[in-house]
């Protein structure tokens, strides 16, 4: 790298009553000898709803059971389920086990959102915001992105921070930028760590404080963030906004690296 830079049934029972789930098969409609008169289907326990299994699918990417996990959230997404919208919206996004098509994943992702999923109005606004399948449309995505922030997003924290850092959606402010970022980095988020680090080094929308901007470089580093570990191998080497130290420089560039954990 450049440094620069189971249950009571019999074991037959529960043959006959498995479902392909990627490579693993889970029981079917067992739920532990229990009938409540849910309609249940695979998972990691037998007892899974239709709906949880099909989003199961999805987010593990379990390819042999695409079709079927479609076929569910289409039925539920059809009866108005948000999250079965904001499901459908994705697997259109991103052609799971269909092909892509982002006018279908708008629409259901649309839907979503009114009915306040922050999660579909956070995709949607990555949509416009890059512009995928249309052309891009920064104020609709920073729109999107201000109501997912306003409910704790700290995703669109940074993404809204970024806006106004370029002036980009948005008249560029970057005490707003600065205010996003030191929420989301406090939220965890290591994206917002690395440039809320750099904020207080140069000053940029908030008083230059290098004690600050050691810290929250650090935390972003030890994270596991590649760029801030490279940044502060830079600073020590060079003497910027610390102490010059080639032993403490040469540790982050080795976890850079990979030579060293985090």
């Keep these: 790298m450049d440094r620069k830079t189971l249950s009571t049934t019999t074991l037959r029972d529960v043959a006959l009553c498995t479902i392909s789930f990627g490579r693993k098969t889970f029981p079917r409609n067992i739920n ?12 990691p326990d037998g007892q ?5 299994w099909a989003k199961f ?33 994705l697997v259109y996004a991103r052609g799971q086990g269909i092909g892509r098509d982002f006018t279908l994943a708008r629409k259901w992702l649309q839907r979503a959102a009114d009915k306040e999923n922050m999660n579909a109005a956070y995709f949607l606004a ?5 512009g995928y ?41 970057l005490g707003k930028t600065f205010t996003l970022m030191l929420d989301s980095a406090n939220g965890g988020h290591k994206e917002a760590q690395f440039v809320l680090g750099q904020l207080y080094k140069t000053g940029a929308g908030t008083d230059q404080d290098s004690r600050e901007a050691v810290k929250w470089l650090s935390t972003a580093a030890i994270h596991g963030h590649k760029g801030a570990q490279i940044l502060l191998g830079d600073m020590y080497a060079a003497g910027d906004s610390v102490d010059k130290d080639i032993d403490e420089a040469n540790r982050w560039y080795d976890m850079a690296d990979g030579k060293i954990s985090n």
Aim: proline share 2%; aromatic share 8%.
């Design 133 to 173: 399948g249309i052309d891009a449309d920064p104020v609709k995505a920073a729109a999107l992105f201000e109501r997912c922030a306003e409910d704790g997003d700290i995703r669109a924290m940074y993404e809204l921070g970024l806006l106004y850092m370029d002036g980009n959606g948005v008249d560029r402010d």
């Design 126 to 130: 990555k949509i416009y915001l890059r």
């Design 48 to 52: 899974m709803e239709p709906l949880e």
């Design 57 to 89: 699918v999805i987010r593990n990417k379990a390819e042999d059971d695409y079709s079927a996990a479609l076929s569910i959230l289409s039925s539920k997404a059809d009866q108005g389920v948000s999250d079965a919208e904001f499901y459908l919206g």
């Design 32 to 43: 532990n000898g229990i009938d409540d008169g849910r309609d249940m289907i695979g998972g």
